[in-house]
């Protein structure tokens, strides 16, 4: 079972799994609540993934779906800007409550649980205090720099926790807890990956989450972009990871279990799969040949952080597992889809 199926990460995993176990039956749960999972109903159906509408929310939704092996936890309000202007119930009953009601249903059946968890469980205040340093195109962690969880490598698992951290932030650090205390009082088997920033195809931008595939799908439809905070020049930085190297990893974690049931791991693209704003900028105008208008606004949102780069070392240590995809394959692949699919998607990402 997948929750959040129907979603970015959640349909790239439902419809991989069904190719790789065609045995398996694969069941994906989403309310539809994000504008465009609506189009994942079809690929799913043709891959042969069963469709369940259903909200986290509601324990009843999630069904009786007889023995279960696995369930992988994708659904969420995924925007760290969530909540920021009130409505923060949405938020909590689902990133919180809605996957304990996950975690119940996975204990329910039998099922071991991979739970997506994000960079955005570190504080806010200390990833603005790295000592970052302003080059022309990006900021950067000076060499031979290093301190508690972090260094030009990126951040690891180390990183202090202590502070504040967004709303979206905390109920993805409070389910962390959770899970952890189901795996010592009911022994539920559980994994927990905090991803930095996915993209790839079927992503469906927006400003505050989805930047790359929003960013692509601006130079083509030549919508306007802003360069938001920290300066307004764009100089921003995060590691991206397509979301097929993600997949690799689940599976491989699924395939295993028992050795990392328990385990908190930080997954990202890594300090040579990282862009900052400006950058990408430059690799859109390269892909479109056209330079569109980008507005500059300077004062920085209170959630937002100037840099998150993912240190892997622990996560390829343990499975050998590491990136595949650059930069400059996930743009490619990234500009292809929404060349070929641009009357489908572009009501939603134009
Ligand atoms: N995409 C990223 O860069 C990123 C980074 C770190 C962590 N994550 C996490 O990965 C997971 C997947 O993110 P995504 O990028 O695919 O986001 P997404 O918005 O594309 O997918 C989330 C899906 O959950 C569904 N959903 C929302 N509320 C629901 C509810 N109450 N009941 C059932 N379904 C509900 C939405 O309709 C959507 O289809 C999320 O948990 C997110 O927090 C994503």
């Not at 979206?168 to 088997?189: D, R, W």
Request: proline share 5%; charged share 20%; aromatic share 8%.
């Amino acid at each position: 079972m997948i929750t959040g199926g129907a979603g970015f990460v959640g349909s790239h995993l439902a419809l991989s799994f069904k190719r790789d176990m065609p045995h398996s039956r694969v069941i994906a749960v989403d309310n539809l609540k994000r504008r465009g999972s609506e189009l994942a109903l079809r690929r799913l159906a043709s891959g042969g993934v069963e469709f369940r509408h259903g909200d986290i929310r509601n324990p009843e939704d999630l069904g009786d779906a007889g023995s279960l092996d696995l369930l992988v936890e994708c659904s969420a309000e995924p925007s760290v800007q969530a909540g920021l202007a009130g409505g923060d119930r949405y938020l909590i009953n689902t990133n919180l409550v809605g996957t304990i009601n996950c975690l119940d249903h996975a204990r329910r059946h039998g099922a071991a649980v991979v739970f997506l968890s994000t960079s955005r469980v570190y504080p806010i205040a200390a990833l603005r205090d790295l000592p970052l340093v302003a080059t022309e195109m990006r900021f950067v962690i000076p060499e031979a720099n290093t301190g508690p969880g972090w260094s030009p490598r990126g951040i690891t698992e180390n990183f202090p926790l202590t502070g504040s951290r967004s709303l979206y932030g905390a109920t993805k650090l409070c389910s962390e807890l959770i899970i952890a205390e189901y795996g010592a009082l009911h022994g539920l088997p559980a994994v927990i990956n905090r991803c930095g920033v996915m993209t790839g195809p079927w992503q469906m931008g927006k400003v505050d989450q989805g930047f790359v595939a929003f960013w692509a799908a601006r130079h083509l439809s030549g919508g306007a972009l802003s360069y938001n905070g920290f300066g307004g020049a764009g100089l921003q930085v995060r590691d991206a990871l397509h979301v097929d190297d993600l997949y690799r990893l689940i599976r491989d974690q699924v395939a295993q279990m028992p050795l990392h049931s328990g385990t908190t791991y930080n997954v990202g693209g890594g300090a040579e799969c990282s862009v900052s704003l400006a950058e990408l900028t430059e690799a859109c105008v390269e892909r479109t040949g056209r330079r569109v208008a980008i507005t500059s606004q300077p004062e920085t949102n209170p959630v937002d952080v100037p840099y998150y780069v993912t240190d892997n070392s622990a996560v390829t240590a343990a499975t050998g597992w590491r990136p595949h995809r650059s930069v400059t394959d996930i743009l490619d692949e990234i500009f292809g889809w929404l060349r070929e699919h641009r009357r489908e998607v572009e009501g939603i990402l134009w």
